[in-house]
């Protein structure tokens, strides 16, 4: 009786990983497919930064864009070949909610 469970635990969990592994290779093509679509869509407008196209952003995504990105600079969303990288982490200003304070 035990080994009838067991092996049908096996099963199961088998089961599971294959379900799990051919859902992440379906979402896996699904990125690739998003990314061809989007290195396909043509570029409109100028290919340098303008300070103003953030203004629709938060406060803190727009003083990041305009300190990192300086004006007339390649706009990153528009230049081909540009990949715009960032190292280091954000820090939060005060209190984020968790209980843990910036420095």
Avoid at 16 to 44: E, H, I, K, N, Y
Avoid at 53 to 76: N, Q, Y
Avoid at 84 to 89: D, F, I, M, N, P
């Amino acid at each position: 009786m035990l080994i009838k469970i067991v092996a049908a635990a096996a099963g199961v969990l088998l089961l599971l990983t294959l379900g799990l592994s051919l859902w992440r290779a379906s979402d896996t093509q699904a990125d690739d497919a998003a990314w061809q679509r989007l290195a396909a869509t043509p570029r409109v407008g100028p290919a340098v930064f303008d300070p103003h196209s953030v203004d629709a952003l938060p406060e803190p995504a727009r003083r990041f864009f305009r300190f990192a990105i300086a004006p007339g600079a390649p706009d990153p969303r528009r230049a081909r070949g540009l990949r715009l990288a960032r190292r280091g982490r954000q820090r939060p200003d005060a209190d984020d909610g968790l209980g843990r304070h910036g420095r």
